[in-house]
């Protein structure tokens, strides 16, 4: 009996990856897990799940729960904050004494919360399913698995309430753009929700519910995996592993991919191997599917892959531009026949470089029927906001375009032209070129240059844009509203600053765009500044909006200053910062609030940047000094009084010098 128990202990320490002296079993009021403690865990009773801080990044951390056996990589089935994370010293995990769960950063912002509230004796365990539950006597007032992230469990269920949500790629946890949720018709959906167009792609989309084998008359709206690897949905999805029996390890994930996987975990290789998969692989690829390897993609003959660490993105033509590498070189690609090449053209009176820049074409009017052409009948939307729809197309002359669709203006066509006319005229390394427009009937149509890497919005919350690049941007794009303000003939306000409307080229250099909320306004009519309605985007407003003063300049230098804390921060003016009151409760702050009384609270540069520098940026490599400077900017441009801030050539000189 000794014997077994001492071989039982062996295992046990070899298998499990955790020190014991460190391992709880529970948390109970007032206690904490530490991020700088990594022998801080808590550990389900059979020892198959382990809770504690996992590293996302440089620095940054999430509260995380995962199969404890030790495999090639750590297998995360669960993050509270996969889109919040903490940094990497002095954030906690704690159970308050009024019940409540929060995980906190150095700078006591709280990243997460169960938001729970008991007088009771409450405790927060780690069940042998890998459920984390928080207990109130024997009532459950939180747990787990009721807010899946892209994993389901055996026994978990997926309910009308709940929703699977990809992550962003294999190395990064944060949301990403594949969902599974019930539809408002009761039935099981895959979508593609990107930041450019959004798509069901399971059940196939051009079938009905009852020819997909799927019913909607079931409103139950319920799916869940058991042990042995059956699925069953309230829908009438239903499908088994390939491996189905009691005893084995499952786990049940929409992959960053958008593949929905049934895994099981093979006990000779001790890896996990795909028992089920409904697999994509993107535009012009084959999708195979092997019990022992899971889903292999491969492209079509004569085609390449686009991008090897997401096959999302499928196959494009193999092609060679057949042109002498000095000459400016234009590709035209037949647009009906993707599959084909249908001509590889040189000539040196249209420009296309690597950079995708181009020799200006000139401001020209666009039939409806030419840009309808271009869009293929605006089937590719690639953004949308208050004034209208974007759409990506494809020019006669090749150029990539971006496409608004305007809502039906109540202008005729000379006032549209009037101030396009002058729109025409603004010419800045640092706006959004427009190329052209179309005025048919009620038609009203803006071509723009097509921009690769997106917005601001969509590139802030990544490794990509570091310290630098962040500097670099708020300067551009201080220039570029200084240019509107104060340099081009006629004065333009933009009226909307925030960062969907700063787009990004090649080489991540800012463009405003959007000037559908924007006031033309003539110089000599400066006194005269009335707007009929509120303009702008909820956190980003200057308080002039709100008490109906007179609108000047100023209010896009207050969005901008709420820009430029964002892009140091990372948060969001639009959610309210949690922290910790004087006497220990928690208050809710605005973000212009709590970087202020960081600011003011510690003279120290290197202590106040720390709290609050975005833990998405390399410590390492940040440049905290061009950090700081941006943020005493933004203070000095979201002052109430709109007259003690700077005008933006002031802020570009304070940002130069």
Request: net charge neutral; aromatic share 10%; hydrophobic share 35%.
């Amino acid at each position: 009996m000794l014997g077994s128990l001492l071989l039982l202990l062996l295992f046990w320490s070899s298998a499990f990856s955790f020190p014991g002296a460190f391992a709880y079993s529970r948390l109970t009021k007032g206690s904490s897990l530490s991020v700088e403690n990594q022998e801080d865990f808590l550990i389900s009773p059979n020892g198959l799940f382990t809770a504690g801080f996992h590293s996302v990044g440089i620095n940054a951390y999430s509260f995380a729960i995962w199969f404890t056996e030790k495999l090639s990589n750590r297998t995360i089935v669960w993050m509270a904050n996969r889109d919040h994370p903490v940094n990497g010293k002095h954030s906690k995990l704690t159970l308050l004494k009024d019940g409540n769960l929060i995980l906190s950063d150095a700078s006591k912002f709280i990243s997460w919360a169960t938001n729970t509230v008991s007088a009771s004796f409450v405790q927060i365990l780690l069940q042998n399913n890998g459920n984390l539950v928080l207990t109130e006597k024997d009532n459950v007032l939180w747990q787990s698995f009721d807010v899946p992230t892209d994993t389901l469990l055996p026994g978990q269920p997926l309910t009308r309430y709940t929703r699977l949500i990809s992550s962003r790629s294999q190395n990064n946890y944060s949301s990403g753009f594949y969902k599974l949720f019930f539809d408002d018709d009761n039935v099981l959906r895959l979508v593609f929700d990107g930041p450019e167009t959004s798509s069901i792609y399971w059940p196939d989309p051009w079938l009905l519910s009852f020819e997909a084998g799927r019913t909607r008359y079931n409103d139950s709206r319920v799916a869940v995996l058991d042990s042995w690897g059956h699925f069953q949905s309230s829908d009438r999805v239903g499908f088994r592993a390939d491996d189905y029996g009691p005893g084995i390890q499952r786990r049940l994930t929409l992959d960053f991919d958008g593949n929905f996987r049934l895994y099981s975990l093979d006990t000779t290789t001790r890896s996990w191997i795909a028992s089920w998969i409904h697999g994509v692989c993107g535009p012009n690829s084959l999708c195979s599917h092997y019990p022992r390897s899971g889903r292999k993609c491969s492209c079509l003959q004569g085609y390449r892959v686009k991008n090897y660490t997401d096959w999302a993105y499928g196959c494009e033509p193999e092609y060679q531009l057949p042109c002498n590498s000095r000459e400016p070189k234009a590709l035209a690609l037949a647009i009906d026949q993707p599959a084909k090449i249908s001509s590889l053209i040189c000539s040196s009176s249209s420009i296309v470089t690597l950079n995708r820049t181009y020799k200006k074409k000139g401001f020209r009017k666009y039939s409806f029927s030419e840009l309808k052409k271009a869009t293929k009948n605006f089937g590719e939307e690639i953004g949308r906001g208050g004034s209208g729809i974007v759409y990506k197309g494809v020019l006669l002359d090749h150029r990539v375009a971006a496409v608004k669709r305007l809502k039906e203006a109540n202008q005729d066509e000379a006032e549209f032209l009037a101030e396009l006319s002058i729109i025409g005229r603004l010419n800045h390394m640092h706006l959004i070129d427009i190329w052209g427009y179309c005025a048919e009937g009620k038609h009203r149509l803006l071509v723009y240059e097509y921009l690769e890497h997106g917005s601001l919005a969509e590139n802030l919350h990544c490794t990509v844009i570091d310290s630098k690049m962040r500097f670099e941007i708020a300067l551009g794009t201080a220039k570029g509203l200084a240019y509107l303000h104060e340099e081009c003939l006629e004065w333009v306000l933009h009226c909307d600053i925030k960062p969907q409307n700063v787009l990004l080229d090649s080489n991540y250099h800012p463009k405003l765009a959007d000037f559908g909320l924007s006031k033309l306004l003539r110089r000599a009519e400066v006194n005269d500044l009335s707007f009929s309605k509120i303009r702008g985007t909820r956190g980003y407003m200057a308080p002039e909006w709100i008490g109906n003063l007179p609108i000047t300049s100023k209010v896009d230098v207050y969005s901008y200053g709420v820009v430029l804390l964002e892009m140091v921060t990372g948060r969001s003016p639009k959610m309210h910062v949690q922290t910790f009151g004087v006497g220990g409760e928690m208050v809710e702050k605005t973000l212009i609030e709590w970087v202020r009384e960081m600011v003011k609270g510690d003279s120290e540069i290197t202590s106040w940047i720390d709290e609050i520098l975005d833990p998405l940026l390399d410590n390492t490599q940040c440049d905290k000094g061009k950090m700081a400077l941006l943020v005493r900017v933004a203070l000095h441009c979201v002052e109430e009084d709109r007259k003690v801030r700077p005008t933006m050539r002031q802020v570009v000189e304070m940002l130069l010098h």
